[in-house]
């Protein structure tokens, strides 16, 4: 996992982590994963998720569209750096939404700026609107939507203000990434996306877990 990502996990996503959450994992990349380390936060259980048959999961999946879970199963269903491998997102988001409790939340951390990685396939890039609207078409309401590289703060914190529009360190973010892979330059410069949603409370007030 690239460090911008789990940079965003911990400013933006974490604080909606409540005490006491049954957290749903989907595609870690270590056991325990880096999100979960970075969550300082007590939580009643932190289960996995993949496609793969690593024996520290605690569901195997076959289908990308159907998890082995119960509907209205997990207080938050996260993921990052998963949507990209994802052909048909807009049927995988319902999916999440299936197995979120009322009230409970969706994260889902994505690449913006990213090279080409198969492992098996790379289908997307995504911004903010984009989620949003995968978001809103599963029937969960947006709470916060953000895209950036919190890797870069400390670099432009130093440049003139003209020189430190994210937008055009997006356009550079490409370069930065490949001498990154090819003259091992330490910094990374990756942008991601984080979104998170809230699945509709049949009873307003009795389960939402405020950050």
């Not at 932190?46 to 569901?59: A, P, Q, R, S």
């Not at 430190?164 to 997006?170: D, G, I, L, Q, Y």
């Not at 973010?173 to 001498?179: D, G, K, Q, R």
Request: net charge negative; proline share 9%; hydrophobic share 40%.
């Amino acid at each position: 996992m690239h460090r911008n990502s789990w940079l965003m996990f911990e400013r933006y996503a974490a604080p909606f982590i409540a005490p006491d959450s049954k957290v749903l994992e989907i595609g870690p990349d270590a056991s325990p994963s880096t999100y979960r380390q970075c969550v300082t936060t007590e939580v009643a259980t932190w289960d996995t998720l993949d496609m793969t048959g690593d024996d520290h999961l605690t569901y195997r999946a076959t289908d990308p569209y159907r998890y082995p879970v119960p509907d209205d199963s997990y207080d938050v269903v996260l993921s990052g750096q998963v949507l990209e491998h994802v052909p048909k997102i807009w049927r995988w988001m319902t999916e999440l939404a299936r197995i979120t409790r009322p009230g409970g939340t969706v994260i889902t951390i994505a690449p913006v700026t990213w090279p080409y990685h198969e492992a098996p396939q790379d289908c997307w890039r995504a911004y903010p609107d984009g989620l949003r609207a995968l978001y809103e078409d599963a029937g969960l309401g947006v709470e916060l939507a953000e895209w950036g590289s919190v890797e870069l703060e400390p670099v432009l914190a130093r440049l003139p203000r003209a020189l430190r529009r994210k937008s055009m360190w997006e356009k550079i973010s490409s370069t930065v990434l490949l001498l990154h892979h090819n003259v091992r330059l330490p910094l990374q410069a990756a942008f991601d996306t984080v979104v998170v949603g809230r699945k509709p409370d049949p009873e307003p007030g009795t389960r939402v877990r405020a950050p």
